[in-house]
C-alpha cells in the first residue's frame, strides 16, 4: 500500500515548525537515531517558541545503505515510512525538518519523516510546504556526491 503524495504535501503544511538546524550531533547508528544542534533559520514556529541559536534534539529515522535485495519480496502492509541513509547524514552539515512538539513529554519530533540532509543552510526551503515534492525525505546534491566518496584520511578534519 503506497502513500498518497498529497499526504506528504499535507504533513508539511500542517506541521507547527520548519527549521534548518547545524548537525552538531549526527547519527551513529541506524534506526532512530538523535540528531542535534542549533536553530539557524525559523521558516515557520506556530508554537512561538523558538529562536534562531536555540539547540534542538530530535530524533530521525536512518539505514546504512547496502547492494539492492535481489528478491525483495512483497509490499509490506501497514504504515510506509521513508528514512535518510545515514551516510547522507554524516555528510550533511544542516538538516532542514518539519516538527511537532509534544507538551506532555517536552519533545520535538520529525513530522512524518519530513527532513532534508542539506551541506549549508539556506535563505529559503529546500522543501518547502505546499511546494512540487510528493516525498518528505530529501537529500541534496551536494551532500549525495559528499557521501558516495570514499573515505579519506583528509575527510576527517573537512566538515
Not at 27 to 47: H, L, N, Q, W, Y
Not at 56 to 85: H, I
Request: with cysteine.
Amino acid at each position: 500500500m503506497a502513500i498518497n503524495p498529497e499526504y506528504w504535501r499535507r504533513a508539511r503544511d500542517e506541521a507547527p515548525i520548519h527549521v534548518q538546524i547545524r548537525l552538531d550531533t549526527k547519527p551513529a547508528r541506524a534506526g532512530e537515531s538523535k540528531v542535534a544542534g542549533p536553530v539557524v533559520r525559523i521558516f515557520r514556529d506556530r508554537t512561538g517558541m523558538l529562536k534562531i541559536g536555540d539547540k534542538l534534539a530530535f530524533e530521525v529515522s536512518c539505514y546504512v545503505s547496502g547492494p539492492p535485495d535481489p528478491n525483495p519480496g512483497p509490499p509490506m502492509p501497514g504504515r510506509q515510512s521513508v528514512s535518510l541513509d545515514i551516510a547522507w547524514l554524516q555528510a550533511a552539515r544542516f538538516l532542514e525538518a518539519y516538527l511537532d512538539f509534544d507538551p506532555a513529554k517536552n519533545t520535538f519530533h520529525v513530522a512524518w519523516e519530513q527532513a532534508t540532509a542539506l551541506w549549508r543552510k539556506t535563505d529559503a526551503p529546500v522543501n518547502p510546504a505546499g511546494g512540487e515534492s510528493p516525498y518528505g525525505v530529501q537529500v541534496t546534491e551536494e551532500v549525495l556526491s559528499r557521501a558516495s566518496r570514499p573515505k579519506s584520511l583528509w575527510s576527517r578534519f573537512v566538515r
